[in-house]
């Protein structure tokens, strides 16, 4: 597991290895068009972790993908 990000006080993680589809605190469908969220939080918070999603999606699938070769993964870079 490696935190990848901290927003709003909101820390970010990825696990190498993991299971599919692609998640982080939300799952992911490839596409980008459907978000299932998973666990307790406010709305606010889950509106935080989506509009991250949405401005990082392309490096999130990256990372993710990497992950899942057992590469190291890196924090993202704004």
């Given at each position: 597991m490696?935190?990848?990000?901290i927003?709003k006080?909101i820390?970010i993680?990825?696990?190498g290895q993991?299971?599919n589809?692609?998640h982080?605190?939300?799952k992911m469908?490839?596409?980008?068009?459907?978000?299932?969220?998973?666990?307790?939080?406010?709305?606010?918070?889950?509106?935080i972790i989506n509009?991250?999603?949405?401005k990082?999606?392309?490096e999130?699938?990256?990372?993710?993908?990497?992950?899942q070769?057992g590469?190291?993964i890196?924090?993202?870079k704004h």
């Open positions: 490696s935190a990848i990000d927003i006080g820390l993680y990825m696990y993991d299971h589809p692609p982080l605190q939300s469908e490839e596409n980008g068009q459907s978000r299932l969220v998973e666990g307790k939080g406010s709305s606010k918070t889950i509106n509009e991250y999603i949405d990082h999606e392309v999130l699938l990256a990372l993710w993908e990497k992950a070769r590469e190291t890196e924090k993202i």
